[in-house]
Each structure stands twice: as structure tokens, then as C-alpha cells.
């Protein structure tokens, strides 16, 4: 398998601009996450997605982001309008969820700059 | 207080030495992951574990559900070996994943 996929690897963008982040978890895992991670704040749960439908976004920092699973095999999170304070890595995460149990696999992570 | 505590936040030590990292957590959990993250790198599970010990060649994980701790142990370290540990509780009422701060830990030749 060729595990949790994440586009783009890197992105370098300015203040307003729309980012969009996307993710394809592992074939046949049914719960996807995504995550944050900064120096000052570490690892941080943003909204995670049981079966293709949203079960917390309290992670979620303001209206401007946004997260969509259409499907059970794709996954976007979405940042309009973008300020350099989201400057983070972005992580997404995939499991299968069975009974509260599944390992974890990430993906590579997205590395977004705000200028 | 953050409800899942990692100690040491840093860590250095020598090749060959034996290492433990430890994790306390606060809230009620199904599960604790031990994650590892190298420098620049993406984040790996190391382990899951519910109760008592799993072994993966040189690491250790053991948890102790009553005293809500866990620890990561490494037995003959290896530069290698140098890179964030980061503990993760995953909580038993809403199936949220809380993350630890991470360790750091650097390895010398």
C-alpha cells in the first residue's frame, strides 16, 4: 500500500490567499485526521472524520478553515483567507476504527508558508 | 496542566545507552500511542497499547492504566535513534487523540 498521501509537500503562498490541502488515506481505513503542528504548540487535532462524516472540528482555529471528506478516499482541508500565523506543518492521519482501537498512520505532512 | 505530560523534554545521551521516556495523561483512554518523528520528517507509530508491554526489536513500550503512565524505553541506543518521541492518549469518551509535547532525544556516537 502505498500509505496516507498528502499534496502538496510544500507551500510557499501569500496573505489571502485560498490554500487547499489534500489528503488520500490508506485503502479501506475508515476514520482520517488532520493535524497542525508548530514549534510553540506542537501536534494539535484539527477535525477528524469517522466514515466520511465530521465528528469533532472543535480543533478547527476560526471560520477560515474548513475540512471536506466527499469520499471515502479523498479529503480536502481548506484555508480562506490564509495569514501567516497558519504557517504550520499540516499532517493527516488515517485508521480504521474499530471499537476505539487503530493504529495510526500518517502521512509525509504538508508544509505551508504564509508570507 | 496539559492532559497528557511528557518528561524529559530533552534528552542526550550516549550510544548504547538505555533510554526511557515518560508519558502521564489525565483523562480516561482506550488506547496510547508512542509516535517517532526524525527531523523534517513525517510521524511513525511505534506502538498502540492498551495494557501492559509490547516489544518492537529495541523498544519497549509498557503502560500502567492504573497509575495513568506509560513508558518508552530504547536499550542499546543508536544514533540512529535520534528524533521526537511524542505520546498520544486516545480518549475512551469521544475517541479524540491528545498529544504530548514530544521528547527530543539526541543520540552521540
Known amino acids: 500500500d502505498a500509505g496516507v498521501i498528502q499534496s502538496p509537500r510544500h507551500e510557499v503562498t501569500e496573505m489571502g490567499q485560498e490554500v487547499t490541502l489534500r489528503c488520500k488515506p490508506i485503502?479501506?481505513?475508515?476514520?482520517l485526521f488532520w493535524y497542525r503542528q508548530t514549534m510553540m504548540r506542537g501536534l494539535e487535532l484539527l477535525i477528524y472524520?469517522?466514515?466520511?462524516?465530521?465528528?469533532?472540528d472543535s480543533g478547527m482555529p476560526e471560520d477560515r478553515f474548513s475540512a471536506k471528506m466527499p469520499n471515502a478516499s479523498f479529503s480536502t482541508l481548506k484555508i480562506q483567507p490564509s495569514e501567516p500565523r497558519d504557517s504550520a506543518v499540516y499532517f493527516c492521519?488515517?485508521?480504521?476504527?474499530?471499537?476505539?482501537?487503530?493504529?495510526?498512520?500518517f502521512g509525509e505532512g504538508s508544509r505551508l508558508t504564509v508570507l | 496542566k496539559n492532559e497528557v505530560e511528557q518528561s524529559p523534554q530533552n534528552l542526550t545521551a550516549q550510544e548504547g545507552e538505555f533510554i526511557t521516556i515518560n508519558c502521564s495523561y489525565s483523562?480516561?483512554?482506550?488506547?496510547l500511542h508512542w509516535l517517532q518523528q526524525h527531523p523534517g520528517g513525517g510521524i511513525v507509530s511505534l506502538f498502540m497499547?492498551?495494557?501492559g508491554k509490547k516489544k518492537h526489536g529495541r523498544l519497549i513500550a509498557t503502560i500502567n492504566i492504573q497509575e495513568k503512565h506509560s513508558s518508552l524505553h530504547i536499550t542499546a541506543s543508536h544514533p540512529r535513534d535520534s528524533a521526537v518521541y511524542i505520546c498520544a492518549a486516545q480518549s475512551n469518551r469521544d475517541d479524540k487523540i491528545i498529544f504530548g509535547k514530544g521528547t527530543r532525544l539526541h543520540i552521540l556516537p
Open positions: 492521519a488515517s485508521r480504521i476504527y474499530l471499537a476505539n482501537t487503530g493504529e495510526l498512520f
Open positions: 472524520f469517522n466514515n466520511n462524516v465530521p465528528i469533532d
Open positions: 483523562v480516561g483512554i482506550s488506547a
Open positions: 497499547l492498551s495494557s
Open positions: 485503502s479501506g481505513h475508515n476514520s
